[in-house]
T-cell receptor, first 111, second 113 residues
């Protein structure tokens, strides 16, 4: 079974903190994605990566950065957490033109 | 042109009934249309997908109907069961964007016993 594992299910961070969300996949997928999910807004793409050390901005990259040093790992970084970044964060991976597999999500609360 | 519009936002169906969720798109270059199912506390999972060379695809109780000329596609759940209660997302993608998925806003489906 394909597995996409996110490092935390729940996180509570303070405003201004630097926050790291980690995602690891075990299927040698080229593509990895970070989304945030908010009620009524669906899934919004933050960043994606098609290869190691490669990254592309999605629809809402402001306030976020990413790192992909190894093929299996894709990290999302909140440079200075703010309350409007309180959300569910979902990582996904895929081969091109195939099913995207999602992690279980990280519910981040910024206080 | 990149949007996918999904309706309704929420839906309540009696057990045994047919659940229908609709999506519409503008970009005729889209050539892959998946539906994802998400249970509370879980990430979305692929339910069923279709390409525009067919008008319908059926997997068990789940059917995608695709209308290329109207740029619409829909998910039908026959004999809906309480276990189908979830949030459903439609999406679309195309080859020249590396099949990056464009998502609908989601439909929260509740099946009443």
């Amino acid at each position: 079974d394909v597995k996409v594992t996110q490092s935390s299910r729940y996180l509570v961070k303070r405003t201004g903190e630097k926050v790291f969300l980690e995602c690891v996949q075990d299927m040698d997928h080229e593509n990895m994605f970070w989304y945030r999910q908010d009620p009524g807004l669906g899934l919004r793409l933050i960043y994606f990566s098609y290869d190691v050390k490669m990254k592309e901005k999605g629809d809402i990259p402001e306030g976020y950065s990413v790192s992909r040093e190894k093929k299996e790992r894709f990290s999302l970084i909140l440079e200075s957490a703010s309350t409007n970044q309180t959300s569910m964060y979902l990582c996904a991976s895929s081969f091109t033109d195939t099913e995207a597999f999602f992690g279980q999500g990280t519910r981040l609360t910024v206080v | 042109q990149q949007q996918v519009k999904q309706s309704p936002q929420s839906l309540i169906v009696q057990k045994g009934g047919i659940s229908i969720i609709n999506c519409a798109y503008e970009n005729t270059a889209f050539d892959y249309f998946p539906w994802y199912q998400q249970f509370p506390g879980k990430g979305p999972a692929l339910l069923i997908a279709i390409r525009p060379d067919v008008s319908e695809k059926k997997e068990g109780r789940f059917t995608i109907s695709f209308n290329k000329s109207a740029k619409q596609f829909s998910l039908h759940i026959m004999d809906s069961q309480p276990g189908d209660s979830a949030t459903y997302f439609c999406a679309a993608s195309k080859a020249d964007s590396n099949y990056q998925l464009i998502w609908g806003a989601g439909t929260k489906l509740i099946i009443k016993p």
